[in-house]
């Protein structure tokens, strides 16, 4: 099956940026999307398709797929970003398609 | 406005079945562009996908959970359902529904999703 890696934990200060990885095998040939997840809250889409942001999403939120990793970056962090974070696949290989998510990061801001 | 709620039972014995349902509001189940699908988070821990359904009945399973699990969908209720057989303490969870694109093999994200409804299974 296949395995998404993220780091469990991300700390940074206000106004820096946080980056944060996701990890799979030849993850760059598959579409990668991201959630933000507060604690008592459904998970919310905060990048999709690697890079595109829904409508609401600042721009401070970005994200890039190639190769083995993909990356979610969220600049000039503020004390609302600090949340989980997920990253999610659609995966097939020949086999009917099956959804994987990352373990999740928690993002502290300092 | 698109809305979903999931409704079943809090409290599930160990060995019987956990039957979900999720209410589609605001947004028809037999849109083309999108499936349905469950996702659970037990408590303090991240996020798995148990699998999907599209409005004519094909379903997709997570692969470890497959032999266990039964998705449906009833358009004329606007609903789709899980049911989980065999449960254990470890299927303590909250279970959220969702909706997500999908168009000619291209999958999308999660993008609608329920708030999500607490199953505890225990004796």
């Known amino acids: 099956s296949y395995v998404l890696t993220q780091p469990p934990s991300v700390s940074v200060a206000p106004g820096k940026t946080a980056t944060i990885t996701c990890g799979g095998n030849?993850?760059?040939?598959?579409?990668v999307h991201w959630y933000q997840q507060k604690p008592g809250q459904a998970p919310m889409v905060v990048i999709y398709y690697d890079k595109d942001r829904p409508s609401g999403i600042p721009e401070r939120f970005s994200g890039s797929n190639s190769g083995n990793t993909a990356t979610l970056t969220i600049s000039r962090v503020d004390a609302g970003d600090e949340a989980d974070y997920y990253c999610q696949v659609w995966h097939s290989g020949g086999d009917p398609p099956s959804s994987v998510f990352g373990g999740g990061t928690k993002v502290t801001v300092l | 406005q698109l809305q979903l709620q999931e409704s079943g039972p809090g409290l599930v014995k160990p060995l019987e079945t956990l039957p979900l349902t999720c209410t589609v509001s605001g947004a028809s189940i037999t849109s083309t562009l999108y499936y349905w699908g469950w996702i659970r988070q037990p408590p303090g821990k991240g996020l798995e996908w148990i699998g999907s359904?599209?409005?004519?009945?094909?379903?997709y399973y997570k692969p470890s959970l497959s032999s266990r699990v039964a998705i449906s969908v009833d358009t004329s209720k606007n609903q789709f359902s899980l049911k989980l057989k065999s449960v254990t303490a470890a299927d303590t969870a909250i279970y959220y529904c969702?909706?997500?694109?999908?168009?000619?093999?291209?999958?999308?994200?999660?993008?609608?999703w329920g708030q999500g409804t607490m199953v505890v299974v225990s004796s």
């Open positions: 969702a909706r997500v694109a999908y168009s000619s093999g291209w999958w999308g994200a999660f993008e609608i």
């Open positions: 359904v599209y409005y004519s009945g094909t379903t």
């Open positions: 030849n993850i760059g040939s598959k579409s």
